[in-house]
Structures are given as structure tokens and as C-alpha cells.
């Protein structure tokens, strides 16, 4: 069997009213298919932009990103940064959990990019440096928002 780990970076389409209310909505959603195709992962939004990382069976994770997550428009802009096999689980803990972004990460950008958090400015030579702090973000912090009962 083929696992797969992605991270994609979009735009918000909407920043302001509706974006908390989407939020639940879609973290209802994913907790709930992703449970069901033992999909893991995180997604962090700030700054008007989502960071998502996604693990699980390529076939599920593809079918996920390509039939779901692509044509969703509460985003646009959708670009995959980061797509590879993987042969153990980062996030196994959780199906979805949701962050807004928080010092640590608005410190790397600051850091590695001289910039506010923006996913997009994500570059071959920083993105493992990201997945690994999202990980350690995840084992520090392992709460938030997210809905796994
Ligand atoms: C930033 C973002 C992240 C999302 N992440 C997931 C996810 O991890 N799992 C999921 O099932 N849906 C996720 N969704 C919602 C899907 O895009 C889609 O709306 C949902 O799966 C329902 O699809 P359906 O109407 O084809 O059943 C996400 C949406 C957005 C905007």
C-alpha cells in the first residue's frame, strides 16, 4: 500500500464575515471523511491563507485533494508544495486538527523568508524545516480546534 504525505497552501476566499463559520463547517466535514479514509493531518490558516498538511493512502489523499479540496471555493489559488510517499504518519493522532497560526510559525517566516506567514513563500530548501515544525507544533500542541470525538 502507498502512503503519501501532501502540503498545499490557498487562499481564503472569504476573510471576513463568514470565515469562522466555514471553518467549523469544513473541520466538521474533514474530521469526519478523513476519519472514515484514515486520512491525518493539520491545517493552519492566517494571514488570509490555509497551510494544510495531509497524510494517509495516496489513493484516498488523491481522491480527496483532486475531488474535494480543489473545487471547494471558500479557496482559491490551490498549489501543492510538497507531495511524497511516506512510510509513517506525522499527524497519526488526529484526522483534522484546525490552528490558527501562532508565534512559532509567524517566527519562521520571519526567519527563513523575512516576511508575514505566507505559505506560498515556501521554498524547496525551507519546506522540510516547515513540516518538522508543524510536527513539533503538533506534539507540543496537540488541541485547538479540532473535533475528533
Ligand atoms: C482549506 C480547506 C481544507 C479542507 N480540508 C478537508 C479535509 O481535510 N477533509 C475533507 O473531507 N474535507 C476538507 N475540506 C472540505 C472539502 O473541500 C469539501 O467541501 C468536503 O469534503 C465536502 O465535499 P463534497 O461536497 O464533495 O462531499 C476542506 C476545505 C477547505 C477550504
Not at 495531509?54 to 481522491?63: A, H, P, Q, T
Not at 484546525?98 to 516576511?115: G, M, Q, T, V, W
Not at 516547515?130 to 510536527?135: G, R, S, V
Amino acid at each position: 500500500m502507498e502512503f503519501v504525505r501532501v502540503l498545499y497552501a490557498s487562499k481564503a476566499t472569504n476573510i471576513y464575515p463568514d470565515l469562522k463559520q466555514d471553518l467549523l463547517t469544513i473541520l466538521d466535514t474533514a474530521v469526519d471523511f478523513n476519519s472514515r479514509n484514515d486520512i491525518t493531518g493539520v491545517l493552519y490558516y492566517g494571514h488570509g491563507y490555509f497551510v494544510q498538511c495531509l497524510e494517509g493512502r495516496k489513493s484516498k489523499v488523491d481522491e480527496l485533494f483532486y475531488q474535494k479540496i480543489l473545487k471547494d471555493d471558500r479557496h482559491k489559488n490551490c498549489e501543492i508544495l510538497f507531495y511524497q510517499n511516506c512510510d509513517f504518519g506525522l499527524f497519526k493522532h488526529w484526522n483534522m486538527k484546525f490552528a490558527p497560526i501562532n508565534k512559532r510559525l509567524s517566527d519562521f517566516f520571519l526567519e527563513h523568508h523575512r516576511d508575514d506567514f505566507n505559505p506560498f513563500l515556501l521554498t524547496t530548501d525551507s519546506i522540510s524545516s516547515f513540516i518538522t515544525l508543524l510536527a513539533a507544533e503538533y506534539a507540543t500542541e496537540p488541541y485547538a480546534f479540532e473535533l475528533n470525538d
